[in-house]
C-alpha cells in the first residue's frame, strides 16, 4: 500500500468519527441542558426570593435559557445557556451578582457553576456522542 492510498483510508476512518452539525448540535444540546439545570439550581441556592412576586417578572433562575446556534446566531453545532433580557435584562442583573459593582461584592456564582459542573457536561456530551456514534437517533 502506498502513502496516499494509506492517508486516504485513515483520512476517512478518522471521518467517521467525526459528527456532523446536526450532530454536534446534539452533543452539546445535552451539555447545555446539564449546565443550565446547574445554573438553575445555583442561582435559586443564592439568589432566591421566594415572597417576591414573580407575576409580571420572571426571577432571575427562572430567566436561564438555551440557545442552539453561537453567539452570532450561526447554527454551527455549538449551543449556549444564557440569562434572558426579556421584559427586564436578566443578563445585566446576573452579570452584576457574579462580577460586582463598586457598591457590592460579586459572588461569582456563573463563572463558579460553568468551573464545577464542567465534568459534568462533558460525561453527558460523550455519552451522547456514543449514543450517536453507534447509530442512534440517526
Given at each position: 500500500?502506498?502513502?496516499?492510498?494509506?492517508?486516504?483510508?485513515?483520512?476517512?476512518?478518522?471521518?467517521?468519527?467525526?459528527?456532523?452539525?446536526?450532530?454536534?448540535?446534539?452533543?452539546?444540546?445535552?451539555?447545555?441542558?446539564?449546565?443550565?439545570?446547574?445554573?438553575?439550581?445555583?442561582?435559586?441556592?443564592?439568589?432566591?426570593?421566594?415572597?417576591?412576586?414573580t407575576s409580571k417578572i420572571?426571577?432571575?433562575?427562572?430567566?436561564?435559557?438555551?440557545?442552539?446556534?453561537?453567539?452570532?446566531?450561526?447554527?454551527?453545532?455549538?449551543?449556549?445557556?444564557?440569562?434572558?433580557?426579556?421584559?427586564?435584562?436578566?443578563?445585566?442583573?446576573?452579570?452584576?451578582l457574579n462580577d460586582?459593582?463598586?457598591?457590592?461584592?460579586?459572588?461569582?456564582?456563573?463563572?463558579?457553576?460553568?468551573?464545577?459542573?464542567?465534568?459534568?457536561?462533558?460525561?453527558?456530551?460523550?455519552?451522547?456522542?456514543?449514543?450517536?456514534?453507534?447509530?442512534?437517533?440517526?
Amino acid at each position: 500500500m502506498e502513502l496516499d492510498e494509506a492517508l486516504d483510508s485513515w483520512f476517512k476512518n478518522v471521518n467517521k468519527l467525526v459528527p456532523s452539525v446536526n450532530d454536534r448540535q446534539k452533543i452539546t444540546h445535552v451539555g447545555a441542558e446539564v449546565l443550565k439545570a446547574e445554573l438553575v439550581h445555583v442561582t435559586k441556592l443564592k439568589h432566591y426570593q421566594k415572597n417576591r412576586d414573580t407575576s409580571k417578572i420572571e426571577h432571575l433562575a427562572d430567566s436561564i435559557e438555551i440557545g442552539d446556534t453561537n453567539i452570532d446566531y450561526i447554527r454551527d453545532g455549538t449551543s449556549i445557556v444564557g440569562f434572558t433580557n426579556k421584559v427586564i435584562n436578566h443578563a445585566r442583573i446576573a452579570r452584576f451578582l457574579n462580577d460586582g459593582t463598586k457598591f457590592m461584592k460579586g459572588d461569582h456564582f456563573v463563572d463558579d457553576t460553568r468551573r464545577n459542573s464542567k465534568q459534568l457536561i462533558l460525561q453527558a456530551q460523550y455519552a451522547e456522542y456514543q449514543r450517536l456514534l453507534k447509530g442512534g437517533d440517526k
